[in-house]
């Protein structure tokens, strides 16, 4: 069974739009809050925290809803319209600044910017949902990868566009008006082409048509019974939340740069947001080249020991960071390209476990595990780092980081289940599976 590439890249286009807006969200909203609002790293974290806490509730909601739907594409379509309309608010706000007072300013800014993150929340399930719906299961690993693609493609897109779009204004603050309008009509043209090209209906339909079958023989030897319940074995659930708690304190280490690093730079370095870019260009496009030697390292010394290298690699730059970040120097670039692969190691390989002590027919409870360890992670380190930042000082936005990351190794060098060995993978576009955070 082959999988359609032409289906899956314009399916893709969904995820790309989402990947765009959320790389240019979490780079140029904290700046907002900042230069223009003057408001402080505390409450700014915990405003940057917010689209994690929704995402908490809406994304199970309305993958939900669509799935009693049974369609996707109406809610990918109007959840674009309805966040193109109010992101398109966020530089008019931004640049008409003083026009009322203060406090009035600051409130129609954090209303739209609520709205905004609902509008964002109503599709990100259903566009993530749409490509196992019209895809083949045993090809879907490969359609996942593209589809992780897509949204690197998103990201970069973005990055590029800051660089080339983003210039100062006439009150010496930056004018991010066009940046906002490029993505903005990328998100449009990403939405109408899934709506034109994709046809749903008959594709899912097709999907019904085809019996697949699965042996979960396999999978009965993780589970007893329970109070006539089946249940996972003590030593299996043991390793399931030693896992889980590698991811959480991986992303209270990794998110909390992410998303003040913009700040960060641009109040330590003279150069402003133009360092920020290409920093972050370069982690995106080597951990984009890394997932290929990344599958094979894997299937060679298995996730587990995968997962652990990568952990080293990020602790050992974050504690350069610490020391060598205060002043932008080219090493910089080392440092963030190693970031880069150390979070391909990470992020492709502990999802993995978590699916591999799962049964068939739980995956997706399993796969909630997952969002509940990191987006409650990404919900208080934004808070947490940035009270550091405003009250103790931006030097600890990298041991912050370290500290997390390190701790990070310890539960899962413990674990004992999930770390089967896979098979090497058959393409560049394999390799790239369960890659999508």
């Known amino acids: 069974m082959k999988l359609n590439y032409k289906r899956t890249f314009l399916v893709g286009f969904a995820f790309l739009s989402i990947s765009a807006f959320w790389q240019m969200y979490d780079t140029i909203i904290p700046l907002i809050m900042r230069d223009t609002y003057n408001m402080g790293d505390g409450p700014a974290g915990i405003i940057m925290s917010l689209d994690n806490v929704v995402a908490l509730f809406l994304l199970p909601l309305f993958g939900a809803l669509s799935d009693k739907v049974g369609r996707r594409i109406p809610f990918i379509l109007g959840g674009t319209l309805a966040a193109v309309v109010l992101v398109m608010f966020i530089p008019i706000l931004d ?4 026009m009322w007072t203060s406090s009035a300013s600051l409130i ?7 709205l905004l993150l609902l509008a964002m929340g109503s599709y990100r399930s259903p566009a993530v949902a749409l490509m196992p719906d019209v895809t ?6 490969k359609g996942n990868a593209i589809i992780n693609l897509m949204g690197a493609v998103g ?14 204004g006439i009150s010496g603050r930056a004018n991010y008006f066009y940046l906002f309008l490029a993505v903005a009509i990328l998100m449009v043209l990403a939405a109408l082409t899934v709506t034109f090209f994709v046809p749903e209906r008959k594709l899912v339909q097709q999907m019904k048509d085809i019996n697949y079958g699965v ?11 329970v109070d006539g319940k089946q249940k996972l074995p003590p030593e299996v659930l043991r390793s399931l939340i030693l896992i889980l708690a590698t991811i959480t304190l991986w992303f209270l280490g990794y998110n909390a740069v992410t998303t003040a690093f913009s700040k960060y730079a641009t109040k330590m370095w003279a150069s402003g947001l133009n360092h920020v870019s290409n920093c972050l260009l370069v982690a995106t496009g080597v951990a984009i080249i890394s997932y290929l030697p990344i599958g094979f390292l894997a299937s060679r010394i298995g ?25 932008f120097t080219p090493a910089l670039y080392v440092m963030f390209a190693a970031i880069g ?5 990470v992020t492709v390989n502990t999802f993995p476990m978590v699916w591999e002590i799962s049964r068939f027919g739980n995956v997706g409870k399993y796969t909630g595990f997952y969002y509940t360890c990191s987006m409650a992670a990404q919900v208080v380190t934004p808070i947490v780092s940035g009270y550091l930042l405003q009250y103790v000082g931006y030097d600890t936005l990298f041991p912050y980081a370290a500290v997390f990351v390190g701790l990070a190794i310890i539960p899962v060098a413990l674990t004992k289940y999930g770390d089967s060995k896979p098979g090497k993978p058959q393409s560049k576009l394999e390799a790239l599976q369960g890659a999508d955070d």
């Open 155 to 168: 990201g970069a897109f973005t990055l590029v566009v800051i660089k080339l779009l983003v210039f100062d």
């Open 108 to 114: 129609v800014f954090i209303v739209v910017l609520g």
């Open 303 to 327: 996730r587990k020991k995968t997962i652990i290298i990568g952990l080293f690699i990020a602790l050992a730059c974050f504690i350069f960071g610490a020391v060598g970040a205060r002043t």
């Open 341 to 345: 692969f150390a979070q391909a190691a």
């Open 215 to 225: 042996s979960e023989e396999e999978d009965q030897s993780k589970l007893v019974e």
């Open 136 to 141: 083949p299961k045993p090809v879907r690993s």
């Open 95 to 98: 640049n008409s600044y003083g």
